[in-house]
Nanobody, 121 residues
């Protein structure tokens, strides 16, 4: 059974950098053909795909967030991380990490439980 667990601070001040880590168990993040995504849901809004890091370590970002975010990984710890810089209250959301299955029709097959991040001074 694949499990994903987000971790990181729940409160970030405006203009600072939001950093979250997703720890994966039950699967290796380097296994073909999977990607490892970050997805968020602001209060009262729908899900927003932020970006993904593939099994080969290549990241892909949402065009709207590309200038402010980066995704990296630590294969020795089976973790991948999100950094989002220069945050504003508009970045307040529940942040999820998830596994994308790229075999066949791409879809998310496992989700983390989500972590609330609030941007406030």
């Amino acid at each position: 059974q694949v499990q994903l667990q987000e971790s990181g601070p729940g409160l970030v001040k405006p203009s600072q950098t939001l950093s979250l880590t997703c720890t994966v168990s039950g699967a290796s993040i380097t296994t073909r053909y999977y990607g490892w995504s970050w997805i968020r849901q602001p209060p009262g809004k729908g899900l927003e795909w932020m970006g993904v890091i593939g099994y080969d370590g290549k990241p892909y970002y949402s065009p709207s967030l590309k200038s402010r975010m980066s995704i990296s990984w630590d294969t020795s710890k089976n973790q991948f991380s999100l950094q989002l810089s220069d945050v504003t209250p508009g970045d307040t959301a529940v942040y999820y990490c998830a596994r994308d299955s790229w075999g066949g029709v791409p879809h998310v097959d496992y989700w983390g439980q989500g972590t609330q991040v609030t941007v406030s001074s």
